[in-house]
């Protein structure tokens, strides 16, 4: 038999019979001359699947099903099936072939031998597929290693030019020389506290045991003190001050020097008044609170305690009728917040440089900007201890998310998203801006009752699926879908963290702000907010194919695909060979489905026409794939969302929604009983886990570098600064313009926490006469509203685009901001323009 001309030879081996291979031939379209048929003998191996070990399949087995089935890892099925049977370990999404219980050893085989190596047979019957090139007898793979000037990049990143990758390396190589450097220069800052107690009608003194490196001495006090805040509502006050104490020229013993004799006692300091309750009794209900106070006792002063000359006495006294008892700690070397303020700027601004022009992955860049800001606190002499940086990170968050995600990745294999993408399909007869509204209005309602981040987790597969169903891209219309989940979550108490913050302080819940009011005073800003987001959107997507592909769906699926493929390949490392058997598989389909895309970007591809498949056509091609698993899952998704809506009566039941979280994912597994849970693992979106890690700690950094005092005390600044009768209205405008935007580019959390101290504060000057509602309402607002901002402001938009990603589709943080910050504004507006008419207009409060 002569051989077919060509450099490579592609060998395909089917399971057919010669009339089954007369047809797949015609299927293959080729000219005659170039496809031979060839009977082999089952005596005669052509394919060894002696590489195929245990170790491998089970790697094999963690693959996404739709990657598992494909025909170029047919080898691995194959060798799965026989080892284990088509029964056991069942795959999702696969049917067991009706010849599989036949003897292997009676069939012939059919080679097909191609000499077009771009043409593929994809079909569920290939078994395996052999390159070999019969050119001077040698063997050579032809699956894309021999392809000149192709090159495959790995985690989706885009190609930049040489000098810009070397001028990036040098760059994140300095930044990591300076905080390896700091950190490694430093010890982990350790202060050993005291308990004291200043007496009644006296005053206690103590004599800081060593010197100050510098001019300026830290006092950390811990006990049941009040904030500044309530100076004008309490008269009783613990005082502390800075002595200096001369030593005797005859008499260097400190234990026989008397320090109660004012002839040797300088102060040196002004006073520090701490507020502290008025009676015994409301100090026993008091909760601990650390007060922090900086004295600077000038150079003059240090100079005679370092020559030995004196040394620095910290006396407290108070008025209180009764003893006072508290936890000293000395500070020598307190930071300046000053400083710290410009360092974490710094730092906060080069995470958005990183991440706004993708320099490099955003988990990456959150990892970074954290350790740098750890560096930058050792450098001041404030490096954090372990313990402090895990208690640190909201591990409630984390197990929340962790969660979910098992629930979700177990879920999906039911093909319950691929059904209530068609069943949206249904309601809404195919029309995209009805689709689209319906999902988002859904998305929002279900974010005022769950917490935005689980409605989120549930929301997105089905967005994608359905929006694959009608060939949509699902970017714009996920961007839509979480900003939506933001303006539902503002609704209630219980539907967005900061929410949560507020509700959950005890001052603000005393002064009449519950779930109901609570949600009585958001709804109406929030429906009107709904409104003009709709119309925003609508004006920005008015071109419907803003909402569609900007390439053929022929091209985008391809390019789909193969982002899919590097994905599952990128998450194989080469640790083991049965590891790399599998990664080199992957990265062969990745190569010949990149000269397939080649192949149609330079000859040209005609668009598939768009078209409405039947409903019939939807509802066979994506049915419920496991009722058995489904109604599993939905007993544990009940349990959950059950003991979602309880965690606002803490009375009924008393598991946290981490907790619950986690023991609904241990409850699905248990039902379901499955054995490769290293399938379910490997879905869980583990670079947005570590991204929020690293952005709990960077956000705790740069509260410590004291950025997060320094917008409330900016804030509290200004508004004391107006007069009287604007005094409510600017109030309002400025907690609600400052923590919008702070919330879109500094986590909200912290934000909130200290914004909320800034509205009790202000609500308790007798002197401003603020009311507390109105200042509750605007913080919640901002805070909520200003999540949609930016793709890092709301831990909804991290998770969506982490779950986006993990399907294929990807956005950016500059498309997003284009999308998601005019959004914000409009709504910060519309919400501006309701709490003035209704607070300082008709005084609804």
Same mark, same amino acid.
């Given at each position: 038999m002569s051989k077919p001309r060509g450099k490579n030879v592609v060998f395909k081996i089917l399971k057919l019979n010669e009339e089954e291979a007369e047809d797949e031939l015609d299927r293959l379209n080729q000219p005659r001359p170039s496809v031979t048929v060839q009977t082999i003998r089952p005596n005669y191996s052509i394919i060894s699947l002696s590489q195929v070990t245990e170790a491998s399949l089970e790697i094999w087995r963690t693959l996404p099903a739709a990657i598992r089935q494909d025909p170029s890892l047919a080898s691995f099925r194959q060798e799965h099936e026989r080892l284990h049977g088509p029964e056991d370990d069942p795959l999702p999404n696969e049917d067991v072939s009706a010849d599989d219980g036949e003897d292997n050893n009676s069939k012939e085989f059919i080679t097909i031998k191609v000499t077009n190596p771009d043409t593929t047979v994809e079909d569920g019957k290939t078994t395996a597929v052999v390159e070999q090139c019969e050119k001077n007898g040698q063997n050579v793979t032809t699956d894309g290693e021999g392809d000149e000037g192709h090159e495959t990049t790995m985690g989706g990143h885009h190609e930049h030019g040489k000098l810009f990758g070397y001028i990036k390396v040098g760059t994140l190589l300095v930044v990591w020389l300076v905080f390896t450097g700091f950190l490694m220069s430093k010890h982990e800052k350790e202060l050993i506290p005291r308990q004291l107690s200043v007496p009644e009608g006296s005053y206690r003194t103590y004599i800081l045991p060593e010197p100050s490196p510098g001019s300026r001495i830290g006092i950390n006090l811990k006990g049941a003190f009040l904030?500044?805040?309530h100076? +004008? +509502?309490? *008269?009783?006050? #613990? *005082? #502390? +001050? !800075?002595?200096?104490?001369?030593l005797p020229s005859n008499n260097s013993n400190m234990s026989f020097f008397p320090d109660h004799d004012v002839k040797y006692t300088e102060n040196i300091t002004n006073v520090w008044l701490v507020p502290i309750p008025s009676s015994l009794d409301a100090i026993d209900q008091m909760d601990e609170m650390t007060r922090k106070h900086v004295f600077? =006792? %000038?150079? &003059? +002063?240090?100079?005679?305690?370092?020559?030995g000359k004196a040394v620095v006495r910290v006396r407290m006294s108070s008025n209180l009728d009764g003893d006072f008892p508290t936890k000293f700690t000395y500070d020598p070397t307190p930071m300046d917040t000053e400083t710290g303020v410009i360092y974490a700027a710094i730092v906060l601004l080069g995470l958005y440089v990183l991440i706004i022009w993708e320099i490099v992955h955003r988990t990456f860049a959150a990892i970074i900007a954290s350790t740098l800001a750890i560096g930058v606190l050792a450098a001041m002499n404030e490096r954090p201890s372990m313990p402090k940086l895990i208690s640190w990170i909201d591990v409630e968050t984390l197990l929340l998310l962790f969660g979910m995600m098992i629930l979700v990745a177990i879920l999906s294999e039911t093909g319950i998203f691929d059904y209530l993408a068609v069943y949206a399909y249904q309601v809404t007869n195919g029309k995209v801006w009805p689709l689209i509204n319906c999902l988002c209005i859904f998305t929002a309602i279900l974010s005022s009752f769950l917490d935005n981040v689980t409605t989120v987790l549930l929301m997105t597969p089905v967005t994608i699926r359905l929006c694959e169903v009608m060939e949509l891209n699902p970017v714009p219309v996920l961007m839509s879908m979480v900003i939506y989940s933001n303006v539902g979550g503002t609704l209630t108490p219980v539907g967005d963290p900061p929410n949560v913050i507020i509700a959950s302080n005890s001052h603000i819940a005393k002064n009449g702000v519950n779930f109901a009011t609570f949600t009585l005073h958001m709804a109406i800003p929030i429906f009107f907010v709904m409104i003009t987001t709709y119309f925003q959107l609508r004006m920005k997507f008015k071109n419907i194919n803003d909402l569609r592909f900007s390439e053929p769906q022929d091209v985008q699926e391809i390019r789909h695909e193969i982002a899919v493929w590097q994905r599952a390949a990128a998450s194989l490392s080469s640790y083991s060979k049965d590891e790399d058997l599998v990664r080199e598989t992957l990265l062969k389909k990745v190569n010949r489905l990149s000269r397939s895309l080649k192949k149609k970007l330079v000859t040209g591809s005609v668009p598939v026409e768009s078209y409405k498949a039947t409903l019939e056509e939807m509802r066979r091609k994506y049915p419920i794939r496991s009722k058995t698993l489904l109604v599993k899952s939905a007993i544990t998704l009940a349990f959950v969302i059950t003991f979602f809506f309880l965690h606002s009566a803490p009375d009924i039941q008393k598991l946290s929604? %981490? $907790?619950t979280a986690l023991l609904g994912a241990l409850l699905l597994l248990i039902l379901a009983d499955r054995e490769d849970i290293e399938s379910v693992i490997a879905r869980v979106e583990w670079s947005t886990l570590l991204f929020f890690a690293a952005l709990f700690i960077l956000m705790e950094a740069l509260a410590e570098l004291g950025l997060i005092d320094w917008i409330g005390k900016q804030t509290e600044n200004v508004i004391l600064s &107006?007069?009287?009768? @604007?005094?409510?209205? #600017? /109030? =309002? !405008? =400025? =907690?609600? $313009? &400052?923590? /919008?935007? /702070? @919330?879109?580019f500094v986590d909200n959390i912290p934000l909130t926490t200290m914004m909320v101290k800034i509205a009790i504060g202000l609500a308790e000057n007798e002197a401003l006469d603020l009311p507390l509602q109105p200042l509750v309402w605007a913080l919640a607002l901002g805070a909520c509203l200003g999540g949609n901002g930016t793709l890092i402001g709301a831990s909804a938009n991290v998770v969506c685009a982490g779950v986006a990603e993990q399907h294929g589709y990807r956005f950016t943080f500059i498309e997003y901001f284009k999308v998601g910050f005019p959004v914000m504004v409009g709504s910060v507006i519309v919400s501006t323009i309701y709490l003035m008419f209704a607070h300082v207009v008709f005084t609804w409060h």
């Open positions: 904030s500044d805040q100076h +004008n +509502n309490t *008269s009783t006050y #613990v *005082s #502390v +001050n !800075l002595q200096l104490l001369y600077d =006792i %000038g150079p &003059v +002063n240090h100079q005679k305690v370092t020559s929604l %981490g $907790w &107006v007069s009287e009768e @604007s005094r409510l209205a #600017v /109030a =309002i !405008l =400025i =907690i609600l $313009w &400052v923590s /919008a935007f /702070a @919330s879109a």
